[in-house]
Nanobody
């Protein structure tokens, strides 16, 4: 069993930056992969970025070159650095982890970008 807790969301002006953190209750090097999803109002949840155990990263086209996913195994934490934020990035951001056959989700953190 793993618990994920997100933090770092907030209100920022367009063009600004935020760094989201996802703290895990277990060693994250055990995870097959970890990632960030987001869900805007009235929209489906979408994958924003992911990182595998081997360090391979993947990004949604809409965030490439603006967002960076990284992890610190010693701190059991995955980060999402978000730069050049746009109003369309406004959403609840969720951390996810895949461990064996199971997936785990955090409660989400709200990101709001004003124009």
């Amino acid at each position: 069993q793993a618990q994920l807790v997100e933090s770092g969301g907030g209100l920022v002006q367009a063009g600004g930056s935020l760094r989201l953190s996802c703290a895990a209750s277990v060693d994250i090097f055990r995870m097959n992969a970890m990632g960030w999803y987001r869900q805007g109002s009235g929209k489906q949840r979408e994958l924003v970025a992911s990182i595998t155990r081997g360090g391979t990263t993947n990004y949604a086209d809409s965030v490439k070159a603006r967002f960076t996913i990284s992890r610190d195994n010693a701190k059991k934490t995955v980060y999402l650095q978000m730069n050049s934020l746009k109003p369309e990035d406004t959403a609840v951001y969720y951390c996810a982890a895949w461990w064996g056959l199971r997936s785990y989700w955090g409660q989400g953190t709200q990101v709001a970008v004003s124009s």
